[in-house]
């Protein structure tokens, strides 16, 4: 099991996010039950990014939203950067 650990930046996007959202509530307490268990469920699409964001790694929300994550395999940590559209988190 994974323990989540979310950036003041990615508290603050999900509020906005849920409050202009809020049909997607149950999807991101989904996804983040699915990531907490296992990151690699391939329900997750979980992909590697590269460039600037090189080392990071995101999972579909849907076809539009995705969130942003740091994976720490060797702590079993996940740190939560990001939510929002493909062009806001990238």
Do not use: N, W
Not at 43 to 57: E, I, K, S, T, V
């Amino acid at each position: 099991m994974f323990a989540l650990d979310p950036s003041p930046h990615f508290r603050r996007t999900l509020r906005r996010f849920l409050k202009q959202h809020p049909e997607y509530d149950p999807m991101v307490e989904r996804a983040l039950g699915l990531l907490r268990l296992d990151p690699y469920d391939s329900r997750l699409g979980l992909h590697a990014l590269h460039g600037p964001f090189a080392g990071q790694h995101a999972i579909r929300l849907s076809r539009a939203y995705r969130i942003r994550l740091l994976l720490v395999i060797r702590e079993q940590t996940i740190e939560l950067l990001d939510i929002g559209t493909h062009d806001q988190v990238y």
